[in-house]
């Protein structure tokens, strides 16, 4: 197990803020990645700094890896990919609104290559095919009022914004 929670993944981003959650520390959940699983946060950090940098803004991550007891803890799907470490949640809000950085994540894909970007309408989730080799699906999807997912980027009773 990876231990030292001061290291850097990379320029803007820390092990520390990657694996910070309130639900880990009020349920003593030991959230804690292997040195494989940092490996590969070693790769989506390198891929986050694209967006870091295209945003040219700090980003205040809300949650990146989860183990899996924290990730069934906060009511996640077993398959999220932020048990590999691959998905990361954030806002930046020097930039604007969830919306605001999603639309212009998407009209940048070409230079952020995600596999998944999700509207959550209070943060944005954003994932990077690592551990799959799969090519980026660069899927656009957003949360619905009620609890699924409408493709592209709506508001939560699925109207497409403009």
């Known amino acids: 197990m990876f231990t ?8 803007h981003f820390t092990l520390s ?27 989506a950090a390198a891929k986050l700094e694209v967006v ?3 945003l040219n803004r ?10 899996p007891e924290l990730n069934a803890a906060v009511g996640s799907k077993p398959t999220s990919q932020h048990i590999k470490g691959e998905a990361i949640d954030f806002e930046c809000p020097d930039f604007g609104t969830p919306l605001e950085v999603c639309k212009f994540i998407v009209a940048n894909k070409d230079k952020i290559q995600f ?7 209070t943060w944005v989730h954003i994932s990077f095919p690592i ?22 980027l709506t508001d939560k009773e699925g109207k497409e914004y403009v």
């Open 115 to 121: 596999d998944q970007l999700i509207l959550e309408h």
């Open 4 to 11: 030292t929670n001061n290291t850097s993944l990379s320029l």
């Open 52 to 54: 870091r940098q295209l």
């Open 131 to 152: 551990t799959s080799g799969e090519a980026p699906r660069l899927e656009v999807l957003s949360l619905l009022a009620t609890g699924g997912y409408s493709h592209g």
């Open 58 to 67: 700090p980003m205040n991550i809300s949650s990146w890896y989860r183990c």
């Open 17 to 43: 803020e990657a694996l910070k959650s309130p639900t880990a520390e009020h349920d003593h959940i030991v959230n804690q990645p292997t040195n494989s699983t940092v490996s590969v946060m070693v790769m």
